[in-house]
């Protein structure tokens, strides 16, 4: 029998038999309406006039004329409606949930930023939400609980394991099992059992396409290296998709080294990760010696995840993309360098991408291109980076 949802060795579904049922239904709707005209035409429809896509290719000049390397270009993904990525990917599973007739959502979230795009959709739609949410998460986050409560979504906070992400997508799949009649669980990145890695990487493919059009209008050819952060791996299947089969384009993946890769507090997946299977995915995980999935850390909470989409886990087997490790102070770095240089703050995980790009530029040539996705906008890490920085913003 052929394997379903595999790349390579990677992916598959992995999921106890009470799950079965609610990801056959899944993957039955999602094969019905991937290639539906009406279903494209309406998303395509939502992307323009609620998320504002296209998002632009900005020509970065002065970054250019600083790092004295390749043309730099920037896609803007920050300036998608709700700030980040996440919003392609929110519009597209709750619109299939609206299709197939589903009158509850459910969600995880780490920071909260996937929690506010579902609760933003479902608020549009008039549909219930329910975002599940680590209870260490609500309290280092509590903005964005209030911003979830504010567009309509209960928050539900999870007290099992360590009270972090990992725990929150535990607690979603139970709930989905438990209500699958009348509930769609959409997923915050390409990872979980199939259809979840190829379906949210099709809502993100939008990015790399529209790049991929952008930069041949302003340039005539296509870039040399596509740079993007990783923490599930959304963004970056995002970009890359339409890049994979250009073979003279180079794909780079940043994670996080948080306090650096020989100490135990990051969440560099395929630069320290071992082959395992959680969350329904055959995958790179970090783990104990016991194959126990490890606490993981990063000063970005989006990149905070101990796994990798399969699909990544593919690409970085066959060598089709590298993957590098940025840790926190060069993301912080990375963070001002951008905001003094082109005045755009970006959010902490993109800045793990714009280091990423400033290591990379120096060793390319002035006839070259180099894109780099900006998933998001910083506003949301200000008040962070200032304590990272010891600036005491109430004196
Ligand atoms: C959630 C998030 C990420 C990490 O998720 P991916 O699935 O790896 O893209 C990166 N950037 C921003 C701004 C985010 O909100």
Not at 109 to 119: D, F, L
Request: net charge negative; hydrophobic share 40%.
């Amino acid at each position: 029998m052929e394997k379903i949802g595999r790349f390579g060795d990677f992916g598959g579904q992995y999921v106890p038999e009470t799950v079965m049922n609610a990801v056959t239904e899944l993957q039955a709707a999602y094969d019905k309406y991937k290639n539906d005209p009406e279903f494209l035409a309406e998303l395509r429809d939502l992307y323009h006039n609620y998320a504002f896509r296209p998002s632009l290719l900005y020509y970065a000049e002065k970054m250019t004329k600083d790092l004295g390397g390749p043309k730099i270009y920037i896609k803007r993904e920050d300036l998608n409606h709700t700030g980040s990525h996440k919003i392609n990917n929110a519009l597209g599973q709750v619109l299939l949930a609206k299709k197939m007739g589903k009158k509850r959502v459910i969600a995880e979230t780490g920071a909260g930023q996937h929690g506010v795009a579902t609760a933003t959709i479902c608020a549009y739609f008039n549909m219930e939400c329910e975002v599940y949410m680590g209870r260490e998460d609500m309290e280092r986050q509590a903005l964005n609980v209030y911003r979830m409560n504010l567009l309509g979504a209960k928050v539900t906070g999870v007290d099992s394991g360590t009270a972090t992400l990992k725990d929150a997508i535990n607690e979603a799949m139970r709930d989905w099992a438990t209500n699958i009649e009348t509930t769609f669980y959409c997923i915050g990145s390409v990872m979980g059992p199939h259809p979840y890695p190829t379906m949210v990487r099709d809502f993100q493919k939008i990015i790399g396409e529209e790049a991929k059009q952008q930069i041949l209008a302003a340039e005539g050819k296509l870039p040399d290296c596509v740079v993007a952060c990783v923490g599930g791996g959304s963004n970056a299947m995002g970009i890359f998709y339409d890049f994979i089969p250009e073979k003279d384009v180079r794909l780079v993946g940043a994670e996080a080294a948080g306090r650096g890769v020989d100490t135990d507090q990051h969440a560099a997946t395929l630069t320290k990760g071992d082959l395992g299977i959680f969350h329904g995915m055959k995958s790179v995980f970090l783990q104990n010696d016991e194959g126990q999935i490890a606490p993981v850390y990063s000063i970005s909470a989006g990149l905070d995840y101990p796994g990798i989409g399969p699909e990544h886990a593919f690409l970085n087997s066959t060598g089709r993309a590298d993957y590098v490790a940025i840790t926190d102070e060069e993301a912080v770095q990375a963070f001002e360098y951008l905001s003094r240089v082109e005045g755009i703050i970006p959010a902490i995980e993109s800045a793990h991408a714009v280091a990423a790009a400033r290591k990379i530029a120096p060793t390319m040539k002035p006839d070259q291109i180099m894109i780099i996705n900006l998933s998001g906008r910083g506003d949301k890490d200000v008040q962070q980076i200032a304590r990272y920085r010891g600036v005491n913003l109430n004196a």
